[in-house]
């Protein structure tokens, strides 16, 4: 009787545990057509529809009714984009773009509502230099760098 206590108390430890981890949503990175410097396009969908955003930060969104809609990302004069992670959560698209000039490289992290593309928040990050991030519980985790995916503060900046 004693053992099956005890087994049936680690396994509730056990269990716990497990469910008490935050759940781990990576971005991946969008199709990019186009190389360098010549005049590229990034392609990504999700459930809303599909997206083709241009080097210089014009975007189009073709909705699954088949309607099209265009939008604009933040990117600066004679700045290119050079690669775009996504990840659709809680119906919003979460958007990473590192973008260069001649100058400087840097990256944006977004969060936009599907319907209207409208962006929730913008957060600007200081290097260009990013990995695919990750969405762990109310943090996106950007190459040691802590955002509220609530309002897009910097939380932790390692």
């Not at 396009?41 to 529809?49: C, I, M, N, P, V």
């Not at 996504?86 to 001649?102: G, Q, S």
Request: proline content about 2%.
């Amino acid at each position: 009787m004693n053992k099956v206590v005890a087994v049936c108390l680690s396994v509730l430890i056990v269990v716990s545990v497990v469910t008490s981890r935050p759940k781990v949503e990576t971005f991946a990175l969008a199709d990019r057509i186009g190389e360098g410097d010549e005049r590229s396009f990034f392609l990504f969908s999700t459930s809303a529809g599909n997206y083709v955003v241009r080097h210089d930060g014009m975007g189009e969104f073709s909705s699954v009714k088949g309607t099209r809609r265009v939008f604009n990302l933040k990117v600066g004069p004679k700045a290119r984009i050079d690669r775009v992670y996504f990840l659709e959560h809680d119906r919003d698209l979460f958007l990473l773009y590192a973008v260069h000039d001649a100058n400087s490289e840097w990256a944006y992290l977004m969060r936009m509502e599907q319907a209207q593309r409208k962006a929730r928040w913008l957060t600007s990050l200081s290097t260009a230099d990013v990995e695919a991030p990750v969405i762990e519980g109310d943090l996106v985790i950007v190459k040691g760098v802590a955002v509220s995916k609530l309002d897009g503060r910097v939380v932790r900046q390692d």
